[in-house]
């Protein structure tokens, strides 16, 4: 209905696109707020320990470097249910995981690290028992061993 106050129309105008987008803001926001349901079960951060002293989840030097492979060993964790390990460089970009190993060794393609300083960690998942770190340990690459 134009013409009651010329050039109040565009105002009108302006504050109804306001208004709506304002409505659109705060709903897209409670949509967000209610539906924050947790896609799964948050995995908690392992706590961290020293086992030297009982001589579990040390590393068992030197590692086994061949030219083609490297493998990692580790003393076994009492009733540990499987083990993780993850292979860093020094600034703590990962190179290499492995998930639920069985094992205490862990043999990884040479070609799949870089010739450099590296940091390498076990995780054991206890039977019964929250998840524990291992201390960070070292391989240096670029001397052509650990």
Known sequence: MP???PGTAH???SRLLLGLGLVLCVGGALALILDRRPSSIPAARPTSYAFA???WLQPMPPPSITRTDVTLHWTPYPAARWY???VL???LSVVHRAFMRQTTELTIPRSALPMSKLVWQVTVQPKDGERL???AFVLDLADGGG
């Open 89 to 91: 460089t020094e600034d």
């Open 133 to 135: 770190d291992s201390s």
């Open 53 to 55: 002293e009982q001589g």
């Open 3 to 5: 013409g009651v106050f």
């Open 11 to 13: 105002l009108r105008d």
């Open 84 to 86: 993780d390990v993850t």
